[in-house]
């Protein structure tokens, strides 16, 4: 579907198992995620803060290209 294809920027050729294998990947880095919260103690640092903030640095920088080029990235 179009969704998903623009949810995890997949090309226009994109079949269902691209979408399958984005999916399974996204499930896989949830569970890694909340296994790690779970054994954690209540005042633990979130040990995801500094890759979170380079992402969205990342996402930022695109938007920004993409504004500035009027297309879509």
Known sequence: PDFARGYWKLPEDAKFVDVLMCMCADETHHRDVNHTFAGMDRNDTNPFVD??????????????????????V
Do not use: D
């Not at 903030?53 to 879509?72: C, F, G, H, P, Y």
């Open 51 to 72: 890759e979170h903030k380079v992402n969205a640095t990342r996402a930022w920088k695109l938007e920004a290209v993409k504004e500035e080029r009027n297309v879509e």
